[in-house]
DNA sequence: CCTATCGATGTAATCGATTACATCAGAAGC
DNA sequence: GCTTCTGATGTAATCGATTACATCGATAGG
């Protein structure tokens, strides 16, 4: 920056002025400096400018294994608008292990982040609370009420009751739950907007059509033979991953029974496998990319202390109907 | 760090060293400081570390979209070398929009990554030759043998050959191909591995059974229709990767013909739903994580200078045998 | 006993921008 | 004509660690 000076007569607080506030430095002066800094090919160094100005315009972005295509929409939306608001991403992969993400931490308090965006964590309650009093987090798509963090979910509860609803509308009356694993909130919501769905249409919740699952494909196809092998299997299943309907629906075929004539199934997630598989899944859309692009959004005003207060967003999921439920709608 | 050589009774100097250095401290004043730390809670800025040293220990990763499976499955790989070796991963995605490596690039004149991973980037050739030449570069998986880089690639030749020649060895003789778009390396060895194989078995390659798609299942289904519109159809397909041929396989089944009985397909890259599809797919998988991770190594090496030569590192796909070529092994 | 060497530590320059404060010329107001 | 204000620019402190070089005491060798 000092060479640029020299080239260009002035000093380099002129030259950072011409860059960082161009307004206040004369017109003339102002050619001057970009005609030196053409001159030399200059570019500013970043890292003397973040150790200045405390800030790195990086933002990271914690995530449980991004090879999910969940967490991997959702990184896409926060991506896009980071690139828009000139923030940078850095990943933090934690495999599932919770103890990484405690490795992640340090990149704050040593100042490497701005801000951070949590997708299920796992961590413990006082830990995340002690971590967003002291710095601009948002958690998404799975959030516990007990932490005051602003946050960006969906509404599962809702969700889980219309994918239901949808299914007694249809003329069910044994209709199932395959649930995710039931340590996060999101799998609890769902599990309760069944119930609720199903006490709010009259009938009574048989606890044994419901099992829990892990969200992947094969633990959807051994929940679903369990609900096969009891006296009177159910008509329908709700499923709270689509990875777990296609498991469901892979063993209601290997009975020799069809989807959707003698078993309707409705997924979650809406992933893009769910319109090539056979049948094609009814299924619930999160709007992933969507709530990612608001993560960021709320977290940048968060570090630009425009938000003081945390804020909540919550989405709605769509319902696609298509051929596995039974009804086709053009 | 002044406040904890304060308290511990020495210099600035001790402290860092105490951290960087400890075999270069007694043993006593080192006991000093890692109380004095403790009792500050002390942290170190890592901003003012690396403008002192120019590294970031930060190296990024360009990637035309992390949405998708493949490109995701590489930069699980980078990141757990990373993360083993102290570096953190700065995401770029590009979304398919070539002028955004160009932000990208600045990221490196401005210091602000110690070296960069591409993933199919579409880089003019001298552009990707001049940075390589000034900056640590690794280009995966698909990568132009006319720059001067370090690489990690897959064989796409041998493996396109050798799907071929499995549908070949099935008895096949009128074998058809679908390949990626024709403007990267990859999609151009596949076919032409699919032309060797042809050849080599002693047949002519039949240009009218050969069908440009871009990877995405409805243009795996467009070229399918239009292989199957033609007076002698093929006997067997060979897509360029999974997506397509769960395409091809709609398109055949909705002509009322059965995969593998009357087409048998093979498809390339054993995404997750490769097993699940009906029939499940006979495929090549690519070994996406061990590529990532050998990427990041090489990078490291670079960065190091352990390596002043550009290094390439060629892997080989595996033929993964399921439903859908006809054979099924036990 | 004196000097060379070494180990442990301190002093202060350094990385390269940003920015509070100082300076100065010229315009405006009285 | 003198003061005051304003706009443009320069000077130098600053961010917080790292590290070349300096210092000093102790030990070893002669």
């Given at each position: 920056?000092?060479?640029v ?25 102002r050619?001057?400096?970009?005609k ?12 003397a ?88 987090i ?179 999921a ?13």
């Open positions: 920056m000092s060479d000076a020299k080239l260009a007569g002035v000093s380099t607080a002129t030259v950072s002025r011409t860059l960082q506030n161009p307004e206040t430095v004369k017109e003339e002066t050619q001057k400096v970009f030196a800094i053409k001159a030399l090919d200059y570019m500013p160094n970043v890292l400018r973040q150790l200045r100005r405390m800030e790195t315009k990086t933002i990271l972005v914690v995530v449980p294994n991004i090879e999910n295509n969940v967490f991997s929409q959702i990184v896409g939306g926060i991506d896009a608008v980071a690139n828009e608001r000139g923030y940078k991403v850095l990943l933090g992969n934690t495999n599932h292990r919770v103890e990484k993400i405690y490795d992640y931490i340090d990149h704050f308090k040593q100042r490497q982040v701005d801000g951070m965006i949590v997708l299920l964590s796992n961590l413990p309650d006082p830990v995340l609370q002690d971590l967003a009093n002291e710095f601009p948002v958690v998404t798509p799975d959030a516990k009420a007990t932490v005051e963090v602003s946050t960006v979910t969906l509404d599962n509860v809702e969700s889980g009751k219309r994918a239901t609803d949808h299914l007694l509308k249809l003329g069910h009356r044994r209709i199932a739950h395959i649930s995710g694993t039931l340590d996060i909130t999101s799998s609890q919501d769902r599990l309760q907007g069944y119930q609720q769905a199903i006490v709010e249409g009259g009938y009574f919740v048989d606890h044994t059509l419901i099992k829990e699952g892990d969200f992947t494909f094969s633990s959807g196809f051994e929940a679903m033979s369990a609900l096969l092998n009891t006296s009177v299997p159910p008509t329908a299943v709700f499923c709270a991953s689509d990875e777990m309907a296609m498991g469901a629906i892979k063993s209601i075929k290997s009975r020799g029974l069809k989807v959707p004539d003698d078993i309707a199934v409705v997924g979650f997630d809406n992933i893009k496998f769910s319109e090539v598989f056979e049948p094609t899944l009814t299924t619930m859309a999160q709007p992933l990319f969507q709530m990612g692009k608001k993560a960021m959004t709320v977290l940048i005003e968060r570090i630009n202390n425009e938000a003081l207060e945390e804020q909540h967003f919550i989405y709605q769509e319902l696609i109907v298509r051929e596995s439920c039974g009804v086709i709608f053009r």
